[in-house]
């Protein structure tokens, strides 16, 4: 392991006990068992020390998965409905494992008065935006969705921000101990397709020439 993976888990070791507000860099660099001056020779400041470890746990998360698909290989033998359960599933995977939750708790707590903290969840945020826009595009280039005045960008926000809402409505239930649905994900995505077009292996909307060139489904 090198030695900035040391720091970044003696960090987040601490910020664990601790919480991120109340670690710092010399307590960082003690528990990592080097100088101060070192731990400033990989990373400038804690708000960027603080980035890099959610880039990090987030990278190990994602290749941890086991079974993972890119949608774009799937593309051509899947339904729409079934390339965003997969992606919506392997997203929540990710977000499933024990250090990812452990490192949101800490996050969570801090965004409100803590910049590095905000601008961590908007990053996550506009990640998976523009991952769904980029499915969403890949999918319309293939037949699986024709969406109404091409609004693939707007569905693509609308669809992600959905996804992102429910996770965190889940992991507060999980948190406080609430039941909640288990099916909540996949009905949005059923929910979703059966709106924009998704359901079947090839096409959703198709236009019904002699309807006027208003949108129906088939």
């Known amino acids: 392991m090198e030695k900035w993976e040391e720091i970044l888990l003696a960090a987040f070791d601490l910020a664990a006990q601790k919480g991120l507000g109340n670690v710092s860099m010399s307590q960082i660099a003690e528990k990592a068992g080097i100088r101060k001056a070192s731990v400033y020779n990989h990373f400038s400041s804690?708000?960027?020390?603080?980035?890099?470890?959610?880039?990090?746990?987030r990278s190990r998360a994602k290749n941890g998965l086991s079974g993972a698909i890119d949608p774009q290989s799937l593309i051509q033998k899947k339904s729409a409905r079934e390339i965003l359960l997969i992606s919506v599933k392997n997203y929540a995977k990710m977000n499933e494992d024990e250090n990812m939750q452990k490192f949101y708790k800490l996050v969570y707590s801090q965004r409100?008065?803590?910049?590095?903290?905000?601008?961590?969840?908007?990053?996550?945020?506009?990640?998976?935006?523009?991952?769904?826009?980029?499915?969403?595009?890949?999918?319309?280039?293939h037949g699986k969705f024709v969406w109404r005045d091409k609004a693939i960008d707007m569905s693509a926000t609308a669809f992600a921000l959905g996804?992102?809402?429910i996770l965190d409505y889940m992991l507060d239930c999980k948190n406080s101990g609430e039941a909640c649905d288990e099916k909540m994900l996949e009905d949005y995505?059923?929910?979703?397709?059966?709106?924009?077009g998704g359901l079947n292996d090839e096409y959703g909307f198709l236009l019904d020439e002699q309807d006027d060139g208003q949108d129906t489904f088939e």
């Open 46 to 57: 804690k708000e960027e020390l603080i980035e890099e470890m959610y880039i990090y746990l």
């Open 112 to 141: 409100a008065i803590d910049p590095a903290a905000a601008k961590i969840m908007a990053e996550e945020t506009r990640r998976m935006i523009e991952a769904t826009k980029a499915l969403f595009y890949a999918l319309e280039a």
């Open 163 to 165: 996804v992102h809402s």
């Open 189 to 196: 995505v059923e929910w979703f397709c059966e709106k924009n």
